[in-house]
């Protein structure tokens, strides 16, 4: 089993719709969750942290924790074509490693 | 210069050259990451500086030698590469090793003759 996981997509979803992105990690001992975005081409950049179970938002971005099911989302709400991204998701684990997922692929269509 | 810079952005060598990556980070930070990526495939951790040191090396052959003399430079000393070797070789630095955001360089696109 890896220790993050996701799901390479692409997924799709047409202009103003939601998005949700998932992520599962292995070790339940896992303390920070964080979401980025890359373009392709270009360096990943930061969208959201997050370290208590629960939603935190920012604008558009929701980010939602569950620790006991061991998963972390992202939700992209009125998405756009801009948005169309890899997004990569990425735990610090129990044994105080920094781990990147896959990324999925998200297309937005116009 | 702000955030995370590296030098060259792009760079071709043949399989006998010796040539060396840079990496500055002008945030303040303590840790530094070397990464490297491949054509459509995930991010692999190669090295990790905290404070200087080195606390990470995940199996990287030895034709990859990094270097940390201070917490704001980070190199990536490369000799005798193999064609698949070739990829985009990412930077990164972040305050606390591993609790915090990691902040990305541009890249150095290499490509291997």
């Known amino acids: 089993q890896k220790e993050v996981e996701q799901n390479s997509g692409p997924l799709s979803v047409p202009e103003g719709a939601i998005a949700s992105l998932n992520c599962t990690y292995s070790?339940?001992?896992?303390?920070?969750f964080f979401w980025y975005r890359q373009y392709s081409g270009k360096s990943p950049e930061l969208i959201m942290f997050?370290?208590?179970?629960g939603d935190k938002e920012d604008g558009r971005f929701t980010a939602q924790l569950n620790k006991a099911s061991q998963y972390v989302s992202l939700l992209i709400r009125d998405s756009q074509p801009s948005d169309s991204a890899t997004y990569l998701c990425?735990?610090?684990?129990?044994?105080?490693?920094?781990?990147f997922g896959t990324g999925t692929r998200l297309k937005v269509l116009a | 210069e702000t955030g995370v810079t590296q030098t060259p952005r792009h760079l071709v060598m043949g399989m006998t050259n010796k040539k060396s990556l840079k990496c500055e980070q002008h945030?303040?930070?303590?840790?530094m990451y070397w990464y490297k990526q491949s054509a459509k495939k995930p991010l692999e951790l190669m090295f990790v500086?905290?404070?200087?040191?080195?606390?990470e090396n995940n199996s990287v052959p030895s034709r990859f030698s990094p270097e940390c003399p201070n917490s704001s430079h980070l190199f990536l000393h490369l000799h005798t590469l193999q064609p698949e070797d070739s990829a985009l070789y990412l930077c990164?630095?972040?305050?606390?090793?591993?609790?915090?955001?990691?902040?990305f360089g541009p890249g150095t696109r290499l490509t291997v003759l």
């Open positions: 990164a630095s972040s305050q606390e090793y591993p609790f915090d955001e990691q902040f």
């Open positions: 070790d339940q001992g896992s303390q920070s």
């Open positions: 990425a735990v610090t684990s129990g044994t105080y490693k920094y781990i």
């Open positions: 997050i370290y208590s179970n």
């Open positions: 945030l303040g930070h303590n840790a």
């Open positions: 500086y905290n404070f200087k040191e080195q606390t």
